[in-house]
C-alpha cells in the first residue's frame, strides 16, 4: 500500500497525518517549510462556542492530546467607536488562548510532535505538487480579508478585548490580548484595503492606548491573510482538500482552527472507512459555514452606529432583550449567534 501524501504541516494536515497512521496507514506530510504550521508567531483563540461539548473534549475524541498550551477565557471586553463597553462573562470557558507558530507549546509545535511520535514521516522543504498529493492542505483561494497585528511584553493583568469600529477594522474588529506579561493588538481588514492595513493598525494601538492606558513599545510585527470562499466539494477526483485549502473558515467570528481540526480528522475517517468525504463535513459543519456567510454578508452593512447600538442593546438589562440575545452568559450567546442567523437581531437594531 502506497503512502498517504499529504501537502501542508497545518492543524488539518497533521489532524489527518495523526489518525491515519494511528489507523495503521502509512503517511508522509510535505511541508515547504523547515518546520510546520505558521511560520509567524501570535496568540488566537480556539472557539468553544460552536457546540454543547467542551472543545478540548472534542478534540480528545479526534486523538489529538491537548499538551499545548491553552488558557481558558470567561471574560471579554467589548468597546463601541465612542468608548461604551461591554463586559461578557460566561460560566464555562468562552474560548482558549492558544500560541501559534514557531514557539515553545504552540498547538503547531505540540501536533508536529504528536505527528512524530505516531510514526508519521515528515518531508520538509517539500517539492511535491498539488496534484501530487493525495490530502491538499495548504493554500488558499483569493484572500478576503488580512490581518496585521503586533507582539509587546506589557506588566499588565491577563485580558481579552475588542473593539467594533469601522475607522478600524472596516466590518470586521480589532483586538486586544495579554498573557503572563505578553501583548498582542491586531487589526482585521478586508483585503480590497489592505493598502490601508498599516495605517488601521496604528490608529488601533492608539485606541487601546487611551483605553487600557499603556504605552506600546519594541513590538514584533505579524501577519496573515484569509479565504471564505469555501468549496462546496472538497474531494475532488481523487484528492482531499481540507482546512484552509477548503476555505473551511467562519468567515463571522470564529479563527477557523475548530474546522482545521474537523475537517482533517474527517478526511482520515472518509480514507480509513471509506466514506463520503464530501457528505462527512456537510453532515458535521456546512450548515454553520453557511450561517457565517449569511451573517457576514449582514455584518458587512453595519455602520458605527450600528455599533453603539450593539453594545448598548448588549448592556440592556430587559428580560425580552436578553431572551433575544440568549440569555447572560456569553458562550451562550455566541452559541446562538453562531448556529442561527442574526437578521432578527439586525432588525432590532435598526429599530430601536
Known amino acids: 500500500m502506497d503512502a498517504i501524501k499529504i501537502l501542508g504541516g497545518g492543524i488539518s494536515g497533521l489532524t489527518a497525518a495523526i489518525n491515519l497512521k494511528k489507523a495503521g496507514w502509512d503517511v508522509e506530510v510535505h511541508e515547504s517549510k523547515n518546520y510546520c504550521g505558521k511560520n509567524t508567531k501570535d496568540f488566537q483563540f480556539l472557539e468553544n462556542w460552536t457546540s454543547e461539548e467542551n472543545v478540548l473534549e472534542f478534540l480528545k475524541r479526534m486523538n489529538i492530546e491537548v499538551n499545548f498550551y491553552h488558557k481558558p477565557i470567561k471574560k471579554v471586553q467589548i468597546f463601541s467607536p465612542n468608548f461604551k463597553q461591554y463586559e461578557g462573562y460566561s460560566g464555562n470557558p468562552l474560548m482558549y488562548l492558544v500560541k501559534r507558530g514557531p514557539q515553545e507549546k504552540s498547538i503547531d509545535q505540540s501536533l508536529e510532535e504528536q505527528a512524530l511520535h505516531q510514526g508519521v514521516k515528515f518531508i520538509y522543504n517539500t517539492k511535491l505538487k498539488k496534484n501530487e498529493a493525495d490530502i491538499v492542505a495548504i493554500g488558499i483561494k483569493k484572500p478576503n480579508i488580512v490581518t496585521l497585528g503586533i507582539l509587546f511584553k506589557l506588566d499588565m493583568e491577563d485580558k481579552a478585548a ?16 495579554v498573557d503572563e506579561g505578553v501583548g498582542e493588538i491586531s487589526c482585521v481588514s478586508p483585503f480590497q484595503e489592505v493598502k490601508y492595513i498599516r495605517k ?24 496573515a491573510v484569509g479565504s471564505f470562499d469555501f468549496l462546496r466539494k472538497a474531494k475532488i477526483n481523487h484528492q482531499y482538500y481540507i482546512g484552509e485549502a477548503a476555505g473551511f473558515q467562519d468567515c463571522f467570528l470564529g479563527f477557523g482552527m475548530v474546522y482545521a481540526f474537523k475537517s482533517g480528522f474527517l478526511a482520515a475517517k472518509g480514507i480509513i472507512e471509506k466514506e463520503d468525504f464530501d457528505g462527512l463535513w456537510n453532515k458535521e ?14 455584518f458587512n452593512t453595519l455602520t458605527n452606529d450600528h455599533y453603539e447600538k450593539i453594545v448598548k442593546l448588549l448592556n440592556s438589562r430587559n428580560p425580552l432583550v436578553r431572551k433575544l440575545l440568549g440569555g447572560n452568559d456569553l458562550r451562550l450567546i455566541m452559541k446562538k449567534i453562531c448556529n442561527n442567523s442574526i437578521s432578527f437581531f439586525l432588525r432590532y437594531l435598526i429599530f430601536h
Open 162 to 177: 475588542l473593539i467594533l469600529d469601522n475607522c478600524l477594522s472596516p466590518h470586521y474588529y480589532s483586538y486586544f490580548i
Open 200 to 223: 488601521y493598525l496604528q490608529e488601533t494601538i492608539n485606541r487601546f492606548e487611551i483605553i487600557f492606558r499603556i504605552k506600546v513599545e519594541q513590538t514584533e510585527e505579524f501577519s
Open 285 to 298: 459543519f456546512l450548515k454553520q459555514l453557511l450561517v457565517a456567510e449569511k451573517n457576514r454578508r449582514l
